[in-house]
């Protein structure tokens, strides 16, 4: 059913179509539409869930953990300063193979206090063992929580995943959203059936101390599954495209590659405006491309350095810092094209919600020709 609504209101119905039995979050700008409207669905028996009320974000995860591990499907949702605070509680979830699913609607971390977005939140958490999913648009943030909670919910992965989309440029606007119908979800999405549960009949225990002669052996156990998941996202991805027609098997996604000499790489809602300026820097017979991560956990190295094979140069527009170093996609791609003779250079840009326009991914071109990156873009030099 095609309908056109709001990002955020179009995530949440697919959240209440994924039939989670427990929600417990806390509102923040912008994420609270996403959960004013599942209160709601609630409040209105819409969605058969218990919405716990919580006085802060780290109680929300808090919340989710116990329920999760008492063998609920759960949700929740938060943003930036949200997500730091439950920095903590996040690298718990991981460590005990919580299959949590969790919309992060991106924005800056402070300070100095912002409200628009850039992707610092969720990349800050990279190394907490969640998967991490990119959309470029409402419709792909929509399916992604699908695959979500199908990859999540594996057996072979049971691992918590974020499913993050631009916050305001998408959470905020409207766009004409396939949506699934009740019947459709179910029949991609099984009903959640844990491996392991606390049960005062069976007792177990989640999350236990560890020992140094034990501890690096969890971590490699987390790191291996992480990595492993791979077959699983491209597997449930391949499955939604024969089911709804919408192919999200590949980790990541090339455009106007098989030529390109200049590839640009980058996630989320700025892919769109880089195909539109790749499409008039064609028609001026430059030959431009764009590698658009969609998966950025775990990291498709194999895929980015095939799609990168035949490229010039590579230029990669980072929405984060990884202050003292450089973008973290940027360290990523440079990982993967270890070895390699092609350039990377790395342009921060477009953090604390600056508008990218056609004519900076131009001059982002221009600058990678030229072969001058590892910048930040924009720069106000006459405020410094």
């Excluded at 912008?30 to 919405?51: F, G, K, R, S």
């Excluded at 591990?69 to 996040?90: I, P």
């Excluded at 440029?169 to 099984?190: C, F, G, N, R, V």
């Excluded at 990523?332 to 004519?359: C, H, M, Q, T």
Aim: aromatic residues 10%; hydrophobic residues 45%.
């Amino acid at each position: 059913m095609l309908k056109i609504t709001e990002g955020s209101i179009a995530v949440a119905d697919a959240v209440r179509l994924c039939r989670p039995q427990v929600v417990a979050a806390y509102p923040i700008t912008p994420q609270t539409h996403i959960v004013e409207a599942l209160a709601d669905m609630v409040a209105n028996a819409t969605l058969d869930a218990d919405y716990i009320t919580v006085e802060s974000e780290f109680s929300a995860l808090s919340a989710c953990i116990g329920a999760s591990a008492a063998g609920s499907r759960t949700y929740s949702a938060t943003t930036s300063q949200g997500l730091a605070l439950m920095f903590e509680v996040c690298f718990n979830v991981a460590g005990m193979r919580l299959p949590i699913v969790m919309t992060i609607a991106n924005r800056a971390l402070g300070a100095p206090l912002s409200i628009w977005n850039d992707q610092q939140d969720s990349i800050s958490l990279r190394d907490s063992g969640w998967l991490q999913f990119y959309a470029e648009d409402n419709q792909e943030a929509t399916d992604l929580h699908y695959i979500a909670y199908r990859v999540a919910e594996d057996p072979a992965v049971l691992l918590p995943a974020f499913v993050c989309f631009d916050g305001f440029i998408l959470s905020h606007t409207y766009e004409p959203i396939e949506m699934l119908s009740q019947e459709d979800a179910d029949k991609y999405l099984p009903k959640f059936e844990p491996k392991d549960r606390l049960d005062a009949k069976d007792p177990i225990s989640f999350g236990m101390y560890a020992t140094p002669d034990y501890y690096l052996e969890f971590r490699y156990e987390n790191d291996k599954v992480l990595k492993d998941a791979r077959t699983a996202i491209q597997n449930a991805g391949k499955e939604f495209g024969k089911m709804f027609g919408r192919d999200y098997s590949a980790m990541v996604e090339g455009y106007q590659l098989e030529d390109a000499e200049t590839v640009l790489v980058a996630m989320g809602s700025i892919c769109g405006t880089v195909k539109d300026s790749i499409d008039e820097m064609r028609a001026e017979g430059k030959k431009v491309g764009l590698l658009r991560i969609r998966v950025f956990r775990p990291f498709p190295s194999e895929d980015v350095a095939k799609a990168l094979l035949k490229a010039k140069r590579v230029a990669v527009l980072d929405k984060n810092i990884s202050l003292g170093a450089k973008g973290a996609v940027a360290l990523e791609i440079k990982d993967a094209l270890y070895g390699s003779p092609v350039p990377v250079y790395d342009y921060i840009i477009a953090l604390g919600g600056r508008d990218v326009r056609k004519k900076d991914i131009r001059e982002v071109v221009a600058l990678a020709e030229k072969g001058k990156g590892d910048l930040f873009y924009g720069l106000r030099t006459e405020v410094l």
